[in-house]
């Protein structure tokens, strides 16, 4: 798997993850919250599935890699 996801995607993805899940445990919405667990994961992996099908990539391509 490579790194699809950048360094601000990553922290926003984090973010909305634990206010999604913070949201579910205070009752104000319902267990569709915990779907806040998928953000947080891609953002710790640094890899989005759907990015992948869909083409896109938010992080630098690394030259070391020869990639371009």
Known sequence: MK??????DRAL??????IL???TLSNTIG???WLGV???LTGLFRFCPAYTLL??????????????
């Open 3 to 8: 790194a699809n996801v950048g360094t601000a």
């Open 13 to 18: 993805r984090i973010i909305a993850g634990v």
């Open 21 to 23: 899940i913070a949201l």
């Open 31 to 33: 267990p569709w919250g």
């Open 38 to 40: 998928v953000p947080i």
């Open 55 to 68: 083409g896109i990539r938010t992080c630098p391509v690394d030259s070391a890699s020869g990639a371009k």
